[in-house]
C-alpha cells in the first residue's frame, strides 16, 4: 500500500497519464521537417524562460514541453497555472530570417491560427482567436454535462493564450492550453477548457502533435512568401477566425490610454483596426482588448 504522504507520482492521475516522449519524437522530427529536437520536463516555472534562456545554443525548430508550469507568463506578467498534465504547454524557437523584422509581429497571431487549425483537426473543436493572442472555446451553461464531439451553446471563454518574445536571433513562441480542466478546477470564471467544450480527443499527444504539424505548414508559407502576411493567406485566415472582428471593444493602450470602437478589420502588419461613432479608424498595435458586445452578447 502506497503511503499517503508519499511523493505523487507521474502516474497517480490514471485520467491525465504522462506524455510519451520517444513516440512524440518518432512523429515529429523529420530530417526535412522544421521540429530538430523534442524535450519534455516535468515541471518547470516558464518553457518560455527556459529556452529563451538557451537561445545561443539552440537550432532553430527546437520545442520545450512541460508537463507542469509553476510560473507561467502571458501578456502583462498575468500568470497560467494549472494542475499537472492537465493541458499543453510548451514553447518553441524559431529563426525567421530572412523575413524582415518588422513582419515578426505577425508570428503570435500565426501560432493562433496554426493552434486554431490544429485544434479543429485533432480535437474537433471550433476555436475562435481574440485579437492578440487568446484561443476562445464555447463552453453551455452546464458544461461538465456537454458530451464529446456535441457542439455546446453558450458562453465563449478562454481555453488558451500565446506569448512570444524576441531571444537571440530568434522569437520563442509559447502556447498554453487548457485540455482537461474540470469546473472546479478551472483559474477563473471566463476560463474553459477543450473538455468542457465538446473535444471529441482529449489525448495531449494528438493534440500536441496536430498544433506542431499545422504550425509548421503555416510558418513554412508564411516564409515561403518572405513574411507577406497577404501573400501567405495569414491574413484572411486569421481575420476569418478572429471572434474580435465585428464586436465593440474597449482597447486598454500603453499610457493609461482607453479607446472604445467596433473593431472592423486585422491590417496588414497584424494591427486592430477600431472605427469609432466619428468614423475615425486607428489601428492598434498593443493593449489588452475587452469585448463589450457581439454576437453572444457577452463581455470577454
Known amino acids: 500500500m502506497t503511503p499517503s504522504d508519499a511523493p505523487q507520482s507521474r502516474w497517480s492521475d490514471l485520467d491525465r497519464p504522462p506524455l510519451n516522449v520517444p513516440a512524440l519524437r518518432r512523429g515529429l522530427l ?25 537561445a545561443a545554443s539552440l537550432t532553430e525548430g527546437a520545442v520545450l514541453v512541460a508537463e507542469e508550469q509553476t510560473a507561467g507568463r502571458g501578456r502583462l506578467d498575468r500568470t497560467w497555472t494549472a494542475p ?17 523584422v ?28 481574440k485579437w492578440p493572442n487568446d484561443l476562445l472555446v464555447t463552453v453551455p451553461e452546464d458544461s461538465d454535462e456537454v458530451r464529446p464531439g456535441e457542439t455546446p451553446v453558450g458562453q465563449e471563454r478562454k481555453t488558451g493564450g500565446i506569448l512570444a518574445e524576441r531571444a537571440g536571433d530568434g522569437v520563442v513562441i509559447g502556447i ?17 477548457s ?21 504550425l509548421e505548414q503555416w510558418y513554412g508559407q508564411w516564409r ?7 501573400a501567405s493567406g495569414l491574413q484572411e485566415a486569421y481575420a476569418a477566425g478572429c471572434a474580435t472582428l465585428g464586436r465593440t471593444v474597449r482597447a486598454q493602450l500603453p499610457g493609461d490610454r482607453t479607446l472604445t470602437g467596433e473593431a472592423v478589420a486585422i491590417d496588414g502588419d497584424g494591427r486592430l483596426v477600431l472605427s469609432s461613432d466619428g468614423g475615425l479608424r486607428e489601428p492598434v498595435s498593443a493593449g489588452d482588448i475587452v469585448h463589450l458586445r ?6 470577454t
Do not use: K
Open 294 to 299: 457581439g454576437a453572444e452578447g457577452g463581455l
Open 84 to 100: 499537472a498534465r492537465s493541458g499543453l504547454f510548451f514553447s518553441v524557437y524559431l529563426t525567421p530570417a530572412p523575413v524582415p
Open 194 to 214: 477543450l473538455a468542457l467544450a465538446g473535444a471529441v480527443s482529449t489525448d495531449r499527444e494528438t493534440l500536441l502533435r496536430g498544433v506542431l504539424r499545422s
Open 224 to 230: 515561403a512568401a518572405d513574411g507577406d502576411a497577404a
Open 102 to 129: 518588422q513582419r515578426w509581429g505577425w508570428l503570435p497571431l500565426l501560432a493562433g491560427v496554426a493552434a486554431a487549425t490544429g485544434l479543429a483537426r485533432s480535437a474537433g473543436v471550433d476555436t475562435a482567436l
Open 176 to 192: 498554453g492550453l487548457n485540455v482537461s480542466l474540470r469546473s472546479d478546477e478551472l483559474p477563473a470564471p471566463t476560463a474553459a
Open 30 to 54: 523529420r530530417p526535412d521537417g522544421l521540429w530538430t529536437s523534442l524535450d519534455v520536463v516535468d515541471s518547470t516555472g516558464s518553457t518560455n524562460s527556459d529556452l529563451a534562456g538557451r
